[in-house]
């Protein structure tokens, strides 16, 4: 079955610096892998999704996750964090044809 | 800006009634998918639809049931409520289910 494991329940990183989000899968087969985030009660926003084909990917502000089989990963990346980038951060991993198992998310607090 | 409305946005419930949370997608996107998200976890799976029929189904007893319908919107209904069920529903909806889910903003139960 599948499955999703944020290490991190919580990260504090200062404005500017970088930041690197974990997450490990578990899936027999070639998996989607997706990264939302989410604002203080809204709802999810997709910021990345991997399908095939190259293993880093560009999302939306600013981010880029990188897809490692060997290690079944796909870290989250942002090379320069802003104070807006506070939220709750879950990585989602699904098939075509299935539903996303989503991982238990990393809260991020962005200090000034 | 979200493409999918959910309504209503609040709700408080007693234990044992029952609740319809409805859900608005956008035109063309054929494939909605429902979640539970209580609080301080990551969105759980309830079922998904695609051109009006179930498609699959989480780990959700039978007193979850759903609808969708010919103009994208579609229906969460939960019989019997029970306090555990207190949680924030996300409706979730594709064109494609490969491309990536849009979600809404949720609707708020609590059970009381």
């Known amino acids: 079955a599948q499955s999703v494991t944020q290490p991190d329940i919580h990260i504090t990183v200062s404005e500017g610096a970088s930041l690197e989000l974990r997450c490990n899968y578990s899936?027999?087969?070639?998996?989607?892998l997706f990264w939302y985030v989410q604002s203080p009660g809204q709802g999810l926003q997709l910021l990345l999704k991997y399908f095939s084909g190259d293993t880093l990917v560009q999302g939306i502000k600013g981010f880029e996750a990188e897809f490692k089989r060997s290690q079944s990963s796909f870290n989250l990346r942002k090379p320069s964090v802003h104070w807006s980038d506070a939220a709750e951060y879950f990585c989602a991993v699904g098939t075509r044809n299935n539903d996303m198992r989503f991982g238990a998310g990393t809260r991020l607090t962005v200090k000034p | 800006e979200t493409g999918v409305t959910q309504s209503p946005t609040h709700l408080i419930k007693t234990r044992g009634q029952q609740v319809t949370l409805r859900c608005s997608s956008q035109?063309?996107?054929?494939?909605v998918s429902w979640y539970q998200q209580a609080l301080g976890q990551g969105p759980q799976f309830i079922f998904q639809y695609y051109r009006e029929e179930e498609n699959g189904r989480g780990n959700f007893p039978p007193r979850f049931s759903g609808l969708q319908f010919p103009n994208y919107s579609s229906e969460l209904n939960v019989n019997a409520l029970e306090l555990d069920d207190s949680a924030l529903y996300l409706c979730?909806?594709?064109?494609?289910?490969?491309?990536?889910?849009?979600f809404g903003s949720g609707t708020r139960l609590t059970v009381v």
């Open positions: 979730a909806s594709s064109p494609d289910r490969a491309e990536g889910y849009t």
């Open positions: 035109s063309g996107h054929n494939t």
């Open positions: 899936y027999g087969a070639t998996p989607y």
